[in-house]
């Protein structure tokens, strides 16, 4: 940075300063702005305050460079700097370990960070090359270049320049057997000590040991105070005294501070920070009692920089560097300090909380150290604190997101290397490795159980592996990656040779991630090695780069790009397995997995291209893979040519289905499609899934493009423009089973055409509308009537019209009007919701055509009434027919054209004559919102009589007269309840009834004459009383009885040739009714009925009423019971028991008029079809042993009363003696006239 400052074109003045941070004391550092930038820098030739206003006022054209920096605290100007208080646009550059930045004086600061990452492998082999080329002594078993870069360890150590450095001093001395020996730093360092101690006495290396005895105080005295300089965070040793003999000049320099123009202060500091480390560390060896103290000290914010010092610590505690400080420190003291060290380490470090934060998936406090920890025991080189260590961590290194130097992938490599009974769990996800620090920890790979990583990892990981030489376990790699292999998209051809062998090896399918670099394209090894592999490969991943990411329409593209690719070259180079490799590339991939013949087009483009490019034809090949293509070709015409499409519909052995996502509308491409057609089954278009229109406008495009088909198949292809029009009809969505919708949007297409144009085009399209749809269907609100004038005028004959909805503007029904003449028939498509509106059109088009008739003299009102006399008008189809809504429209029509010809004068109503004779089969009306009179003057139109069904009705007197007169039109008579009705049916029933009866009630009052046939005519219309005239009967006579009551009037009179001519047999319910009405209408009777019982009420007040009916029956008979025969005999019992009270009371034959209504062969039913012997004979018998029972009781004789009942009693008696006494048995034959069967 400096040079290139120096080297710069001065057009405007800049400043750039330089401070080593280890050059500024503490003790003398400046208070003010000028004393560090003139005092401690460089004086200006100019005024000094003239300087330092310029670089204040223009301070974005200075640079200051803190190099070394580790705390702020101590340095007041530097931190106001730095935090923008002084000079706020200068740049600021800050030089420090890696680790500082966490410190508080940088975490708010917005700044770049550059991280030095050292040699790379290349630097390390050209210095070492150099350095150790001029080695003093070599020997031909001794080349220390060779064993430097053979040793992973030794070599990652020189990624750092001053290591590098040391490593070339610590070999220019070694031996061959040390050489191959681990090289920790720590031991590096003593090795310098114990050098620079030899160089210093001068003597001979025999020597060393009595050298380093000799000087042990002087040493630790100098390690005392760097221990004491670290702890006060400086360099500067402000207590040595200055001894140019000393011995511990050799580690140190001189610092010489001008405090004023002609005085001075000189300072010591060691030639680096990390001596001073080592130097530290080796006092606290020999001061173990202040070990604990720092451990736990180093773990805070401001002491934090002093555990530089433990792994040194650790390195002088190996066992193997005893020896070499053993003249300083005792070696026993060394090993009883070593004995309790390294677990302190970790558990200061690595503190139990730790394990328990990560199972409960928080973040380890410490968890930054975990590296730092591998980096002590790596200098400890012990295995028994190793597994202490791992132990701690339940053997699980959890280095995520670290980023790692050689060195340290040294240390984790050892760590794993030392857990030889139990394996470890690895975590290097998003971990920054190099090439050669993952070769370091996969030396120990063996150790490792699981093994986790992101994909990048892994694909460096795998890359490094197969690039090497090494005899490596890939089958147990597979399972630690979770049987997946990570290769990249371009690489050395090895790689991927091998990476065949792996797969083939693999005893199951292996799941295969390629990793993208920016070259899109498969080298053409790795797409070999994919096509070789297939039967090996699972599944195929893509990793993406970070654009692909953001992009992930890029990423699919060049996915697919990827897998057609690769079924080329299958095609180029496996024809004989062509189809097989293309179905599997297909499942391995996870583009076109729901869009098969996305690939199919796109893989015959791409072999039709690269066969232009290449020479070489593979397309017969392609065949079988096309035969067993997708149900439906989905293809977006507005990205490929029709040309395509057409080609590949050609290799299919049957028509097939077309979706279409998009088009172009040139004639060319339209042209082109046209010869699609004879190859396509069906047609249909789908929208695309990001579309910005409306549904309706992409089923506008649809339709214009199916338009444009038919236009140009009649310019281009006129012989066969009947085939084509009708082939778009059959095989399009759209348009389907709606032939009258294309020919009219066909017509009003073309026409726009000619007038662009001035082309003819309609003529070519003339047997097209001769041909047309029996219905014309149309919505006269979307076209105008003209539209369907000029299309009916092309038919050869008149044709229906289904109106879909329709304009009321006068011009258009006017022009409507003109149509009529070539309709024969016009409906109307379902308004189920809004009459109204086809009832105002049907008005309208009544009353232009009457005007248009006292205008013309034609019979417009005739043709009107002829397009809409048929039997299912309005509705053209039968399964559209609504009875209930064409009544409604039919009667509201009439009511309309009434109030019509009131305003007008002019008469319409006997032109509809015709439609309402050919009116629906039963009339359906609801009389409480429409008059009877409206329905009496619809049915005098009919030309015979109709069944009405009443869906609703009024009980006003003057509408149910009304309804009388409907009567002699009616055939049949129903009442249909309302669909949402509230009402229970059992209520609606007696609605219905009241209705009936209040008809013959207005009879009786108004047409007394005719009151029989009324009766009789609501009995044969009526549902509710259809074969019942006794139950009309018995509520009419009520009802009337109710209405006398209440208005005083006398009706009953009228009704007595009703009640005269009354059935044969009266049924009567009596648990329902009274018997006193049964008695009521008995007495009107001129002579004695039958009665049939069909149920009763057991009240003894009831009982005694039936009684007094006795006189006016002929015979009693009852509803089959068959289910309860005991009850029949209750009642009969107790109708015997009042009867023989009765005549003890009154002298009358009460019980012989009980028995001889009773008496006769069918008894107790009526009809001979219900007759049951064996239900008369269980009948009989138990009713005699009940009546026996209640003379017993009573005291009254009963049975003799009813001899007549059982002497014509059946020919032979059934009886189950079981369940009766014999003697019942007896006491009936006895009252046989002769003897009987039994």
Known sequence: MLNLWAQKDHRELDYMFYFDVRDIS???????????????????????????????????????????????????????????????DAKIVITCRPEVPSGDFLTDWLSFRVEVKGFSNESIRAYLTKMLSAEP???????????????????????????ALMVVACMYYSTQEASKQPWPTTKMYINILRYCILKHSGKQMNDLDKCLAENREKILSLAEMAFDATQQKTMNLTELSYEVSSVQFSFLRALIIMVEPTVSDTYFAFLHYTMQEFFGALWLLQNPDKIRDVLQKCQTEEWKHTKHMVPFMCGLLNERNIRLVNGLVPAQQIKKTSDWFFKEVVNTFLPLQTNQ???????????????????CLYESQSTEACLLLLDKLDYTLDLDEEHLDPHQCCAVSYMISQSAERKVDLDLNSCTVSDQGLRLILGSLKNVRYLRSDPSMLCQLWTTLLRSEADIDFTSLLGLCGNELHLPFQGERRVFVRAEEVMKQSLERVNLCLHWDRRTL?????????????????????????????????????????????????????????????????????????????????????????????????????????????????????????????????????????????????????????????????????????????????????????????LQAALHERETIQTTVEKVLSLSEVYHDQKWELLLHLYSHVKDYETQTGRSVLPALQTVYQSAPAVWCIDLSERKASLLLEVLKLQPEKKSVELWDWSDEESEVRSFLQCLPYISQLSFYPWWSDPSKLIKFLVGLLSQAAEWEEQSGEKTLKLVSSVCTYRTFPFCDGDDEDEWFQCDLLLDLYSHVEDYETKTGRSVLPSLRPLYQSAPAVWSIDLSERKASLLLEVLKLQPEKKPVQLKGWSDEESEVRSFLQCLPYISQLSFTPPQYQRRSPEEWRKREKTFLLNLCLQAALHERETIQTTVGKVLSLSEVYQGRKWDLLLDLYSHVKDYETKTGRSVLPALQPVYQSAPAVWSIDLSERKASLLLEVLKLQPEKKSVELWDWSDEESEVRSFLQCLPYISQLSFYPWWSDPSKLIKFLVGLLSQAAEWEEQSGEKTLKLVSSVCTYRTFPFCDEDYFDESFQWDLLLDLYSHVKDYETQTGRSVLPALQPLYQPAPAVWFIDLRKRNVSLLLEVLKLQPEKKSV
């Open 357 to 375: 934060d990560h199972a409960e998936g928080g973040a380890p406090e410490f968890e930054r150290d975990l590296l730092f920890l591998c980096q």
């Open 137 to 163: 002594n070599p020997t031909p078993n001794h080349d220390s270049l060779s064993i430097v870069l053979n040793n992973l360890e030794l070599f990652s150590l020189c990624h750092v320049p001053m290591y």
């Open 522 to 710: 498969l080298s053409e090894a790795l797409s070999k090695t994919i096509l070789k592999c297939l039967t090996h490969i699972n599944k195929l991943h893509f990793t993406p780069l970070q654009d692909q990411r953001e992009s992930p329409e890029k990423l699919e593209k060049e996915e697919k790009a990827v897998l057609l690719d690769l079924c080329l070259q299958a095609g180029l180079c496996h024809r004989e397995t062509f189809q097989g490799a293309v179905n599997t590339l297909l499942s391995l991939f996870s583009v076109y997995q729901t869009e098969r013949y996305d690939i199919l087009l796109d893989l015959y483009s791409h072999v039709k291209y690269n066969r232009k490019q290449a020479g070489r034809s593979i397309l017969p090949s392609l065949r079988p893979l096309y035969q067993p293509a997708p149900a439906v070709w989905s293809i977006d015409l507005s990205e490929r040519k029709v040309s395509l499409l057409l080609e590949v519909l050609k290799l299919q052995p049957e028509k097939k289905s077309v979706e279409l996502k998009g088009w172009s509308d040139e004639e060319r491409e339209v042209r082109s499609f046209l010869q699609c057609l004879p190859y396509i089954s069906h047609l249909r278009f789908a929208p695309p899934q990001d579309q910005i229109g409306s549904p309706e406008e992409w089923r506008k495009r649809e339709k214009t493009f199916l338009l444009n088909l038919c």
């Open 26 to 88: 503490p003790s003398t550092h400046p208070m003010r702005l000028e004393d560090l930038l003139f005092n401690m820098y460089s004086e200006p030739e100019e005024s000094r305050e003239e300087v330092l206003q310029d670089i204040k006022k223009n301070s974005e054209n200075v640079v200051i460079i803190f190099d070394g920096i580790t705390d702020l605290s101590s340095h007041s100007v530097i931190k106001k700097l730095v935090d923008k208080d002084l000079l706020l």
